[in-house]
């Protein structure tokens, strides 16, 4: 994912801990958190580092199409495989 701070482009990579590439979708939340969904799950950027949030574990193939947080602070996801609610 291409990433721009106003002054330089840079790019962030599995190695920086965002789960899969490439992002199709980017939902920022109240928070202050960026969730990205790829065909791989879910990520999240939070204070200044990537961790994933789903799958917690393993290679399933997810493919994430759209994210949206809910009034309650939750997530919710479009996937391959039905709504997913976090």
């Given at each position: 994912m291409?990433?721009?701070d106003g002054?330089?482009?840079g790019m962030f990579t599995p190695e920086d801990g965002l789960w899969?590439?490439?992002v199709?979708?980017?939902c920022a939340t109240q928070d202050g958190s960026i969730y990205a969904g790829t065909d791989l799950g879910?990520?999240?950027y939070h204070k200044g580092a990537w961790s994933r949030v789903f799958p917690a574990e393993g290679d399933l193939h997810w493919p994430v199409?759209?994210?949206m947080e809910a009034?309650?602070?939750s997530?919710?996801?479009a996937t391959a495989w039905g709504a997913l609610h976090l």
């Open positions: 291409r990433i721009y002054l330089n482009w899969g590439t490439p199709h979708v980017l879910i990520s999240r199409s759209d994210l009034a309650d602070g997530l919710w996801a």
